[in-house]
Structures are given as structure tokens and as C-alpha cells.
């Protein structure tokens, strides 16, 4: 599962479902399992605030670009990003957003981006795991 998820973690949204669709005919076990450790950009921008300023403050300083990343991302999820930021840095990326947006410059990006969520979250810097419930 592992090894499965560092493929997938390279990968496009579009190619993640295309090769879990793959292997769910062979081994829905497996992809059960896959998709509750599956990091998305969606799950990352659902963080608490906490933990999502820890990410983005963490993808600025190895000079990935947030705008990049935001601009594909819902309205919601876009502001969700941009209010985790302190105001000067809102502004850089808010300008970057405002740029055109390469489909080659995005994969890139996005692959650091989630290279570098996998990290923190191996290091304990943020949880995926779902909050127990009382």
C-alpha cells in the first residue's frame, strides 16, 4: 500500500482514479485501504487552519507555488488557503494566481506540493487520521 501510495501521490487527480479503478478489479481490498490514506489536494485544504498554515508556510519556504496550486483548486478551498496566510504573503500569492495557468507548470508544482504533504505527514507536522469521537 505503501509503495502504491507514492505512485499515486505523483500522479494527476484523473490518473489516481483511472489506476484505482485498475486495481479495484483485481484487489478492492487493497483499494479500500488506498483510499483511506490517499492524500488529496481537496483533504489538505480541509485541514484546520493550524495545519494548513503549517503546509503552506512549509510549500513557501521550499518555493512551491501556492498560486498555482490555489488556482486549480474550488472558490472555497482557494480562500480557505489565502486566509491561513499572513496579509503580505496573501498578496504574493494572490498575484501568482492572477497568472496563466500552465497545465505542465501545474503538474510540477503539484507534485511537490504533494511530495512535501507526504513528508509532514510521515514527520507528525499534520494528521490525516479521522478525530475520534467520543
Not at 9 to 21: C, K, N, V
Not at 82 to 110: F, H, I, K, W, Y
Not at 123 to 133: D, E, I, Q, R
Amino acid at each position: 500500500v505503501d509503495h502504491i501510495l507514492n505512485i499515486l501521490d505523483q500522479q494527476t487527480p484523473e490518473r489516481q482514479s483511472a489506476l484505482l479503478e485498475e486495481l479495484r478489479a483485481d484487489k478492492p481490498e487493497v483499494v479500500e485501504k488506498i483510499q483511506a490514506r490517499l492524500l488529496t489536494l481537496d483533504k489538505v485544504f480541509r485541514l484546520p487552519k493550524a495545519g494548513l498554515q503549517t503546509v503552506i508556510y512549509e510549500a513557501y519556504r521550499q518555493r512551491i507555488n501556492i498560486g498555482v496550486i490555489l488556482k486549480s483548486l474550488p472558490k472555497e478551498q482557494q480562500a480557505a488557503g489565502l486566509a491561513s496566510l499572513p496579509e503580505t504573503l496573501t498578496q504574493v500569492v494572490a498575484g501568482d494566481m492572477n497568472l496563466p495557468l500552465n497545465a505542465g507548470v501545474l503538474d510540477t508544482e503539484r507534485r511537490k506540493f504533494m511530495a512535501l504533504i507526504r513528508n509532514l505527514e510521515k514527520a507528525g507536522k499534520v494528521s490525516f487520521a479521522p478525530k475520534a469521537t467520543a
